[in-house]
C-alpha cells in the first residue's frame, strides 16, 4: 500500500528558518513591491515635510509650480494632470496651499473662468529650503542598489509608468472607463 500524502509531507519549518530562506509572498507581485514602495517613500517624505506643515502631495504640487522644477502659470486642471489626482482633490489641494500663503492664483487673461497657478516668495523659498533635503532623501532610498542600477531602475519604471498611462488612455478613447471604486482600489 503506498503511503498516504500526509506522511509524505514535511513537517513544517520553524517561523525563524522560514524567513532566512523563503522570500516573501510580496516579492513576486508587481502591484504588492509597487505599494510597499510607495509606503517608503510616502513615509520618508512625511518625516521630512511635516515638521513644515506640508504633506507628500502637497510639496509634489509645489515641485511642479516651482520655477525652479516645475511650470508655474499653469491651470487647476492642468496641475491634476501632473500629479495625477482629480480635479476635487486638485481644488482642496491649491486651496490648502492658498491658506498656507505658499501658493496664489491668477486670472487668467485669455480665459477669465480660469486662474493660473504660481508659488508665493514665501512658497518659492520654502521649496527652494526643501529641495536640497528631498534630494538626499532620494539618494538615500536608492543607496541599498548602486548608481548603474539607480538609473535602470528609474529607467523601467518611467516606462511601466508612461505605458499603462498610454494604454489608461487608450481605453479612455474606447470608451472603457474605470469606475470610482476600481480608482479607489489600485
Not at 78 to 91: F, K
Not at 133 to 161: C, K, S, Y
Request: with cysteine; charged share 20%.
Amino acid at each position: 500500500m503506498p503511503p498516504s500524502t500526509s506522511s509524505l509531507r514535511a513537517a513544517p519549518a520553524p517561523a525563524s528558518a522560514l524567513s532566512r530562506t523563503a522570500e516573501p509572498p510580496w516579492h513576486g507581485i508587481p502591484t504588492a513591491i509597487a505599494r510597499r514602495f510607495h509606503q517608503v517613500c510616502v513615509a520618508r517624505t512625511s518625516e521630512l515635510m511635516s515638521p513644515v506643515g506640508l504633506t507628500p502631495l502637497q510639496y509634489g504640487a509645489m515641485l511642479h509650480l516651482s520655477k525652479t522644477t516645475g511650470l508655474p502659470g499653469i491651470e487647476q486642471n492642468s496641475l491634476a494632470e501632473r500629479i495625477n489626482v482629480d480635479r476635487n482633490t486638485a481644488s482642496l489641494l491649491v486651496e490648502q496651499l492658498v491658506k498656507k500663503g505658499l501658493l496664489e492664483r491668477q486670472v487668467n487673461r485669455a480665459d477669465r473662468r480660469s486662474r493660473l497657478l504660481s508659488l508665493t516668495a514665501k512658497g518659492e523659498a520654502l521649496y527652494a529650503r526643501l529641495r536640497p533635503p528631498h534630494a538626499a532623501l532620494n539618494r538615500d532610498l536608492l543607496a541599498p542598489i548602486t548608481p548603474q542600477e539607480q538609473r535602470l531602475l528609474m529607467v523601467l519604471l518611467v516606462r511601466v509608468v508612461e505605458g499603462n498611462l498610454i494604454q489608461e488612455h487608450r481605453n479612455v478613447k474606447k470608451g472603457i472607463r474605470r469606475s470610482r471604486r476600481q480608482n479607489a482600489n489600485s
